[in-house]
């Protein structure tokens, strides 16, 4: 029985992550600071059937304490790190630049160095389709330039494939690093885009649509699809790759927003605004190289998403 570190375990996908492995009989010891980026009472619900499984843990804390990582290595025995803890979203970082730099950088090298001063080698990284910028070439590839980023959010998790890479070259570690686009399901943090709506929705409040007129798209991609490619990458960890995990679906914002309406039941009040510094036109996903080497295979396109999303959201 492998045991697992998740950083960021009580997040969104760490969450959901989490529960993957301990179906899949794997030890998993968590750790999350609990940011007050949101409610912390969403983080403890995440959690919370967990806590009666003898195969998981949690350190609460933070990665920049080197000493507490110490401790955790020390005394759990890790045998895989799976790196998703980040400060999260493209906007906040226009704001708070320096503290995205502590945590996305300082924080993975603390992960690392971690990792060589107690011999582990195996990481998967979670990285982010942010880093390819305002790219003109569609679909976005692994093999394409990331070296325009436009936030420093973006910025901060293309470091953080370099860090990756330094790392295997030096010190020969098996790192896969993956591009995730714009994951949505249950669990999805209240700020991101397809929550906040739908939050607004059965709220009767307006949402706001910054881009004019709802023609900017994104690649949405369900968290089983995302929690599907991680774990089939555990048995196939070998030296260093990065890959797209994606829908390879493009979807207009304002269709997001009728799918909403759809299976919420409900129609929006929208209005629109200009578009936001740091906010990318469109993303879409060549997921070829997933498919090939991780056996990746997306299946929940975005209405069967949005439906089974939706549906979770009311029976909350």
């Known amino acids: ?27 998993v010891v968590c750790i999350d600071n609990f ?13 919370e059937k967990f806590k009666n499984s003898n195969n998981w843990k949690i350190y ?11 401790k955790i290595f020390r005394e759990e025995k890790i045998e895989l790190v799976i790196h998703l803890a ?38 998967l990284f979670a990285s982010s389709s942010s880093v390819y910028g305002n790219n003109k070439k569609l679909p976005f590839s692994e093999t394409d330039s990331v070296d325009n980023p436009i936030s420093p959010y973006a910025a901060s998790k293309k470091a953080g494939e370099l860090l990756c890479y330094t790392y295997h070259s030096l010190y020969n570690f098996n790192i896969f690093c993956y591009r995730f686009f714009t994951v949505y399901g249950p669990k999805q943090r209240p700020e991101m885009a397809i929550a906040k709506f739908a939050n607004s929705i059965l709220k009767g409040e307006t949402i706001t649509l910054y881009d ?10 369900y968290i089983e699809d995302i929690v599907n490619g991680l774990m089939n990458s555990i048995t196939r960890l070998k030296g260093y790759e990065i890959f797209n995990l994606g829908e390879s679906q493009v979807v207009k914002l304002s269709d997001l927003v009728n799918l909403l309406e ?19 036109e469109r993303t879409f996903a060549d997921v070829e190289k997933s498919k090939r080497m991780l056996d990746y295979n997306p299946k929940i396109k975005i209405e069967e998403g949005i439906e089974l999303y939706c549906k979770w959201l009311l029976s909350e």
């Open 35 to 47: 940011d007050p980026f949101y409610d912390r009472t969403i983080k403890e619900k995440n959690i």
């Open 86 to 123: 980040a400060k999260a979203g493209v906007r906040p970082s226009l704001i708070n630049p320096i503290g995205y730099y502590e945590t996305n950088v300082f924080g993975t090298i603390n992960i690392l160095e971690a990792m060589r001063n107690f011999g582990l080698k195996d990481m």
């Open 262 to 280: 759809k299976y919420l039941g409900k129609k929006a009040k929208v209005e629109f605004g200009s578009r936001q510094a740091g906010d990318v």
């Open 60 to 70: 609460e804390g933070d990665i920049l304490n080197k000493e507490l990582l110490q």
């Open 1 to 27: 029985m492998k045991k697992v570190l998740v950083t960021g375990g009580a997040g969104f996908i760490g969450s959901n992550l989490t529960e993957r492995l301990l179906n899949n009989n794997y030890k």
């Open 212 to 221: 004019g007129n709802g023609s900017t798209s994104r690649d949405y991609t």
